[in-house]
Each structure stands twice: as C-alpha cells, then as structure tokens.
Nanobody, 115 residues
Framework: QVQLVESGGGSVQPGGSLRLSCTATGIMLSEYTMHWYRQSPGNQRELIAN???????NYLDSVKGRFTLSRDNEKNTMYLQMNNLKPEDTAVYYC?????????WGQGTQVTVSS
C-alpha cells in the first residue's frame, strides 16, 4: 500500500521550533518531488516547500530562512524543520507527491503557534 504519514505537529509559543516528519511506504521518497503544504481555517491549501529527487529545495518566501526541508533516504522520511515559528504559521501541514498520476496526501498534522 502506498501511503504518506505525517507526524511531529504540536503547540508552541511564537519563536519556538518544531520538526515535522513525512514517512512513505510503498514508494521511495528519493525518486519523487516531494511537497509540504499547509492549510489554515478559511484559506486554501498552499505550497510552502518542495524537495526534488536531486535534493534541491524551494521555499515559499514567507518561510524562507525559517523552514528547512531535508530527506533521510535510509528512513524513507522527509523532514520539515520549522524555526522561529509565528502565529500565522498555524495550520494543518500535509506532505504530498504525485505517484503514477495519483495525487498522494498524508492525513496532515496540526501546528499551532500561540502565546
């Protein structure tokens, strides 16, 4: 079964850090372009970062310099290190890829940034 599972969300104060994980089963993450999206209430899901099969990364301007995307091929897991979190980062975070024309999504993990 091909599946993506996110973990690592939680509640932090502004300025805090979290590391999200996205573990894949049934596919090798390193062979695909992988994405992190987030969605806050009342807003559309937005793409915040992606990592290509060659390891290159791209970030949304609002998270650039604060978020870092990495990949552990042995664990078949992608990580999103989030530092200096802000209240506007509050959202459900999803990992995503396209596999055989199928849009694969994890179940999402909630990140709440509040004092």
């Amino acid at each position: 079964q091909v599946q993506l599972v996110e973990s690592g969300g939680g509640s932090v104060q502004p300025g805090g850090s979290l590391r999200l994980s996205c573990t894949a089963t049934g596919i090798m993450l390193s062979e695909y372009t992988m994405h992190w999206y987030r969605q806050s209430p009342g807003n559309q899901r937005e793409l915040i970062a992606n990592i290509f099969s060659d390891g290159a990364t791209n970030y949304l301007d609002s998270v650039k310099g604060r978020f870092t995307l990495s990949r552990d091929n042995e664990k078949n897991t992608m990580y999103l290190q989030m530092n200096n979190l802000k209240p506007e980062d509050t959202a459900v975070y999803y990992c995503n890829t396209v596999w055989r024309t199928r849009d694969l999504w994890g179940q999402g993990t909630q990140v709440t940034v509040s004092s």
